[in-house]
């Protein structure tokens, strides 16, 4: 079976009901803030955490046992084979804003992308689950992004951006990146989740997203392919689509835009 070809959107849905849940049976902050060990990521790992990635490999193995192959990326498990491995990668995020799902803050996501190789340039399929919102973001390359089934598209570049988007926003990193902003943005927005925010910018919510902080494949693999098939441009830092690694220990800046005078605004930040 070629991995490309599944029913991902079918997939995808499927493991947003399980992640539903496992939220609405662990639904507090003290009961969400239990620990359970480092994922391969780097970052502690909530025991929702681990529960919601469950879920989403319940559906690979499913996949895999119906013959096909790829290679899993995971921010808990890392990478995981099934069958031959092969050039195809699931790049998988099962919970984006984790400290927002933890803390009950309605703005966490599933972000899963489907890839023919290994970097930004080759994902075939994007998908972001905003559990707060309840709003599915889905991508085809080629074939334009939706939300919740309609299409969409960015808004209009323009030389000073109404709404910008800031993730990995500690204060430490904020004051210069706030700076170099001032004149050029007439509002920011910190929602706490790289997939979504991005997302928002596919959607025409934000004319523009930064983070402060290099991001992970897992977290930016999915909405950037949302992005650009609704039109607008997505900057890796420096490196091209190609060169934008979807490995694990990859670690790059992001940038997204209506266009590219917005995203030069947002540059600006990095």
């Not at 490196?239 to 917005?262: C, D, K, M, N």
Request: glycine share 12%; proline share 3%.
């Amino acid at each position: 079976m070629d991995v490309l070809s599944a029913d991902w959107t079918g997939i995808c849905r499927r493991i947003v009901v399980a992640q539903r849940a496992i939220f609405e049976e662990v639904a507090g902050i003290e009961a969400r803030t239990v620990y359970e060990g480092v994922g391969e990521g780097g970052d502690r790992t909530l025991v929702i955490d681990r529960r919601c990635e469950d879920a989403v490999f319940a559906e690979l193995e499913a996949l895999a046992g119906e013959g096909a192959s790829f290679v899993a990326i995971s921010e808990e498990r890392g990478e995981v084979r099934f069958g031959e491995g092969g050039p195809a990668r699931v790049v998988v995020d099962p919970i984006d804003g984790s400290l927002n799902a933890r803390r009950t803050l309605p703005a966490y996501s599933l972000s899963i992308a489907v890839a023919s190789g290994a970097s930004m340039a080759d994902v075939e399929f994007g998908y972001v689950y905003d559990f707060g919102a309840g709003e599915e973001f889905v991508a085809r390359r080629g074939d334009g992004a939706t939300l919740d089934g309609a299409p969409i598209e960015v808004g209009e570049d323009r030389e000073k951006l109404e709404l910008l988007g800031l993730e990995a926003a500690e204060p430490e990193r904020a004051l210069e990146a706030l700076g170099s902003l001032a004149g050029k943005v007439y509002r920011l927005r910190v929602v706490g989740s790289i997939a979504i925010t991005a997302a928002y910018v596919g959607a025409g919510r934000l004319d523009a997203m930064l983070s402060l902080r290099p991001c992970r494949s897992v977290d930016a693999a999915a909405a950037q392919l949302i992005v650009r098939e609704a039109g607008g441009r997505v900057a890796f830092g420096d490196l091209a689509l190609e060169q934008a690694s979807l490995g694990l220990e990859a670690r790059y800046p992001i940038a997204a835009a209506v266009g590219e005078q917005g995203l030069a605004i947002a540059r600006t930040a990095e």
